[in-house]
């Protein structure tokens, strides 16, 4: 009681309050601190105004920041403009965005491209997260992707197959056949039947052709310079001439989406149940007697079919063209998955859809070409909604990540010294994780990551179960030309073109 009698009561009492004060002080300042100045991912020393842009010049985006990865960390942080970029290069990373920090990184960066293109945001694969979009890709599952449609795609696969494997025969002997048009006049008319019914509209009315309408979306979706810079991003989009090109395909794709409504609406009270398509599904769901709960307007109605064109065919397609390509380079692939696939069908009449299931060697091929050719190299980017770490690393709200597919299934630290090489054995054993990502993951995975590599597997059982496959002449097998072209998807450059010989069981 000592110190009482010494000092009196009150100023002990505001010599504590005054401690008290300073320790709150110290605690905010630190804590501050550590906010301000956070633990951020390794990257490439930038410039001025245009930050690390000066990196992707004349170079594939995919390949220039796998190369800086190497340098940089699997996880790297690399600007464009003043736009941070988080750019994963690794299973472990894509895996702690994909998964462990999913609900953090589920939403998508805003686009001007994809915001006029998806009606302000009401699609799928480029909104922004949020409850909307939820019950839009419930509703693509249910309607388009789930049972209700699964017997009549089934039905329209075969159909569209048995036309192919028509037109090839009857294609003249020792000719090269192009099998991007083919896969293009196949997969289109496997989607839009399922989607649009069997009168779909194949060209639009005016404007230019189906597949130059998609391509300029996909290339209008990718993204564009201006949406890295806040400030100069009006005068860039307006001297480089990116508006008007966007809104003529805005145009064009609205007006073929258009009259695919007014052809349903004119006949949905003619049709019965059984003929109902997607989009008919779609104009019950947005009528006054829609009692599912969630009724859809108009732009909600386009947005989906937009997703439909834009995603159900171009992917499937360049996977297709991609198989075919590296089945064509490779003798010994092309002689061992031919064997499997004669020696599970037999002599029938055509390949029978339950047969797939036992072709384990066809599954192999095409998960390898998976790996190799991921359809969309950097998937699309996620956008990081709330402080987090990954790696180690802090990463800040706004972020955008990419997820470098093409890097991380070529990684030989997973795959071995023979990473680039097509090795469709090596998943004999290799059970995948996020080792190769061609669909993405989590709440943002494509919908239709297990249909789209069944119909590449029947699409490609047929044609080496009817034919016989080689290069043109002049070309050896192992020189085909396999360069990549596209941003959002990856293309195969020059088109495939290889010359079929109708297989004699005779000999």
């Not at 249910?142 to 039905?155: I, Q, V, W």
């Not at 989009?279 to 997703?307: P, W």
């Not at 003798?331 to 859809?353: F, S």
């Not at 990540?401 to 071995?416: E, F, K, Q, V, Y």
Request: charged letters at 25%.
């Amino acid at each position: 009681m000592e110190i009482f009698t010494i000092f009196p009561s009150w100023l002990l009492t505001t010599t504590l309050v005054f401690f008290m004060f300073c320790m709150f002080l110290y605690t905010l300042r630190s804590n501050k601190s550590s906010i301000t100045t956070p633990k951020l991912p390794p990257n490439p020393p930038k410039l001025p105004i245009i930050g690390n842009l000066h990196k992707l010049i004349g170079k594939s985006r995919h390949e220039a920041l796998w190369q800086l990865s190497k340098e940089y960390g699997p996880v790297m942080l690399f600007y464009i403009g003043s736009k941070p970029y988080l750019i994963i290069s690794s299973p472990a990373m894509a895996k702690q965005v994909l998964k462990t920090q999913d609900h953090i990184f589920c939403s998508r960066p805003l686009s001007k491209g994809a915001k006029r293109l998806t009606y302000n945001y009401l699609d799928i694969g480029f909104s922004p997260q949020s409850d909307h979009r939820r019950e839009m890709r419930k509703i693509l599952v249910s309607e388009f992707l789930g049972p209700k449609r699964a017997r009549l795609f089934n039905h329209v696969l075969v159909s569209e197959i048995e036309t192919m494997v028509r037109l090839i025969g009857s294609h003249p002997p020792n000719v090269a056949v192009n099998l991007n048009k083919l896969f293009l006049a196949t997969v289109k008319g496997v989607v839009c039947k399922v989607a649009f019914g069997n009168n779909y509209r194949q060209q639009p009315i005016k404007g230019p052709s189906w597949e130059v309408l998609v391509y300029e979306a996909l290339e209008m979706l990718g993204g564009w310079l201006g949406d890295s810079f806040p400030w100069a991003g009006r005068f860039i989009d307006y001297v480089s001439g990116w508006n008007d090109k966007l809104e003529t395909c805005f145009t064009n794709l609205d007006a073929y989406i258009e009259s695919i409504i007014d052809d349903h609406k004119s006949q949905i009270a003619e049709v019965t149940d059984e003929e109902k398509d997607f989009v008919h599904a779609l104009l019950e769901l947005s009528s006054e007697d829609n009692t599912s709960g969630h009724r859809l307007t108009k732009e909600d109605v386009k947005a989906l079919i937009m997703d439909v064109l834009t995603a159900g065919v171009d992917t499937t397609l360049v996977t297709l063209v991609w198989v075919m390509s590296e089945i064509a380079r490779s003798v010994r692939v092309k002689q061992k998955l031919q064997t499997e696939i004669r020696n599970h069908t037999g002599r029938t009449p055509k390949v029978d859809v339950l047969d797939i299931a036992k072709m384990t060697y066809l599954k192999m091929v095409v998960k390898e070409t998976l790996r190799l050719h991921a359809p969309a190299p950097l998937l699309i980017p996620h956008e990081c909604m709330s402080h987090c770490q990954i790696g180690g690393y802090d990463v800040l709200p706004g972020t955008s990540a990419l997820i470098n597919a093409w890097g991380i299934g070529r990684d030989p630290s997973t795959w071995g010294e023979n990473a680039a090489e097509f090795y469709p054995e090596r998943f004999e054993k290799f059970e995948v994780d996020f080792e190769m990502v061609p669909f993405g993951g989590g709440r943002r995975s494509c919908p239709a990551k297990n249909m789209a590599p069944a119909t590449v597997e029947f699409v490609i059982a047929n044609l080496l179960y009817w034919f016989d496959w080689e290069v043109p002449d002049g070309v050896k097998s192992e020189d085909l030309n396999m360069q990549e072209e596209g941003i959002l998807v990856l293309r195969k450059k020059v088109p495939l073109r290889l010359v079929p010989t109708k297989y004699n069981w005779d000999d």
